[in-house]
């Protein structure tokens, strides 16, 4: 059975750095084809992808955010830590971690898996 | 950058079908995924590469994906498909894109 579960602070100031950890259970990020993404929803928005890390630490990061992030992972803690700097009010959301479907096809390119989310707030 | 257009809203009456369109500049080369996302929680894939359920997934949920549009198809819809739906594709420059989300409502 496969859960991912996210952990962070619920309150940031603006120009700080926001740090979210996503543990999970039932698989490996040693295992080839495994990977871990995260995904953030504004209040009433839509998703909006961010990142994702492979279990060969390859990493993607959304083209518009690519300066603000960076994704890393604890292969032995089972868990995928996410780091956002300089937040600011536009930033806030529900952060989602999520397993992205085993491979790495086209036809692969989803998440079958999500965490119950996070809500953070920036804010002074 | 790579984009997908939904319908703000969508509403049917039980029993009847609700279709929520997915629009994206030949949409139809690539694979379209379909989640559902009810009030306060997570969301839940319900197709998978255009027109595939998973385990679990009630028969009445279908997708289909050709030219510039993905389409979800839900039958017979039931008061529990209420919810917001969103389509997501995948591009090798914007990689994972979802789209703007459709909320379905049961009237």
């Known amino acids: 059975q496969i859960t991912l579960k996210e952990s962070g602070p619920t309150l940031v100031k603006p120009t700080q750095t926001l740090t979210l950890t996503c543990t999970f259970s039932?698989?490996?990020?040693?295992?080839?084809?495994?990977?871990v993404g995260w995904i953030r929803q504004p209040p009433g928005k839509a998703l909006e992808w961010l990142s994702l890390?492979?279990?060969?630490?390859?990493?993607r990061y959304s083209p518009s955010l690519k300066s603000k992030l960076t994704i890393t992972k604890d292969t032995s803690k089972n868990l995928v830590v996410l780091t956002m700097t300089n937040m600011d009010p536009v930033d806030t959301g529900t952060y989602y971690c999520?397993?992205?479907?085993w491979g790495s096809g086209s036809g692969t390119q989803y998440f079958n898996y999500w965490g119950q989310g996070t809500l953070v707030t920036v804010s002074s | 950058s790579y984009e997908l257009t939904q319908p703000p809203s969508v509403s049917v009456s039980p029993g009847q079908t609700a279709s929520i369109t997915c629009s994206g500049d030949?949409?139809?080369?690539?694979y379209a995924w379909w989640y559902q996302q009810k009030p306060g929680q997570s969301p839940v894939l319900v197709i998978?590469?255009?027109?595939k359920r998973p385990s679990g997934i009630p028969e009445r949920f279908s997708g289909s994906n050709s030219g510039n549009t993905a389409t979800l198809t839900i039958s017979g819809t039931q008061a529990m498909d209420e919810a917001d739906y969103y389509c997501?594709?995948?591009?090798?420059?914007?990689?994972?894109?979802f789209g703007t989300g459709t909320k379905v409502t049961v009237v």
């Open positions: 997501q594709a995948w591009d090798s420059s914007t990689f994972y894109v």
């Open positions: 030949k949409l139809g080369d690539k």
């Open positions: 998978y590469q255009n027109d």
């Open positions: 039932g698989f490996s990020l040693s295992t080839a084809g495994v990977a």
């Open positions: 890390i492979y279990w060969d630490d390859d990493k």
């Open positions: 999520a397993h992205k479907a």
